[in-house]
């Protein structure tokens, strides 16, 4: 069996706290996915997001006008943009919540350095609410979870269609639009250019796939041809993506534009591929 990882854990105190799951490193490698080992650190996506958010509560709490006699705090726990060990995380906000409650309720003695005690151990206070993860296939499963519990879970950049049932999700809200939206300005781009025939790529997982799916049913409504469809896990190795992009370059030179519902991750292993296998300007992706 794999060992467990520690992971750091950002926290700041408050009278609430706010749950937070952001991606502070990379995904594992397809090698390390049973260990859970994260990747490299995400300086911008990752840190910037961790210290907007100390940054956000510094300033409400500064504010008289808002929350008067009340501060938030919040515990900040790293996602790796990888469902496991979002949901490892999960449990631990869901493992504190359930210890508070359990303290506020028994009603019995404690033993504090040896000696009972009428007042309980100092304990984390329960979490009100979750903010993230951003990866909507990470959100969905992180949703199953937490409103088991009834803890509401707001998305910063989940857009999966599937999220907006809440006969499924009913604890779930988020901030984005859905992906109906971006496939529909995908295709007025298509449009506008009198591209009829393209190629089109989407990451392995719910966003990738729901997004696909909404801009097939728009394309087809509309005439227009794809010659390839094909998937990736944003975390494949490199011969996977020059398999891809080999499969691509069969339907050239019709089929030049390549529509591209992808994460960030997959985008970069399809721009390393182009360059290594020395194809730099052939495609033109087309995406969020």
């Known amino acids: 069996m794999p060992r467990a990882v520690t992971r750091a854990v950002a926290r700041m105190d408050g009278d609430i706290i706010i749950g ?4 502070v490193h990379h995904q594992p490698s397809a090698e390390k996915v049973a260990e859970r080992k994260c990747g ?13 958010m100390f940054h956000t509560l510094d300033r409400i709490n500064s504010d008289p006008n808002l929350l008067p006699n009340i501060s938030l705090g919040c515990e900040i726990r790293d996602s790796c943009w990888h469902s ?26 404690w033993c504090i350095d040896g000696a009972p ?17 951003g990866s909507s296939s990470v959100a969905i499963q992180v949703q199953n979870l937490l409103q088991l519990f009834n803890i509401p879970q707001i998305a910063y950049s989940a857009t999966s269609i599937d999220l907006s049932d809440k006969t499924l999700f009913k ?37 990738g796939e729901s997004g696909m799916e909404a801009f097939k049913e728009l394309a087809s409504v509309e005439g227009l041809c794809i010659a390839h469809s094909d998937k990736i896990y944003s975390n494949a190795g490199e011969r996977h993506f020059d398999r891809l992009l ?13 529509v591209c519902f992808c994460e960030g991750m997959t985008v970069r292993g399809l721009l390393m591929a182009m360059r290594r296998l020395g194809v730099v300007g052939e495609f033109l992706l087309i995406g969020r």
């Open 117 to 133: 005690s009428n007042q309980p151990p100092t304990t984390k206070k329960p979490i009100a609410g979750v903010i993230g993860p």
């Open 171 to 207: 604890y779930f809200l988020r901030v984005v639009p859905s992906d109906t939206l971006q496939a529909r300005a995908i295709l007025d781009i298509v449009k506008r250019y009198n591209w009829t025939y393209v190629s089109a790529v989407h990451t392995e997982g719910n966003y």
């Open 84 to 109: 496991s060990v979002a949901l490892e995380q999960s449990i631990e906000f869901i493992r504190d919540s359930l210890i508070s409650i359990r303290d506020d309720k028994d009603g019995s003695k």
């Open 40 to 52: 490299e650190v995400r300086e911008q996506y990752g840190i910037q997001r961790v210290e907007a």
């Open 246 to 258: 080999r499969k691509l370059r069969e339907r050239l030179p019709k089929a030049r534009v390549v």
């Open 20 to 23: 937070a799951l952001f991606s």
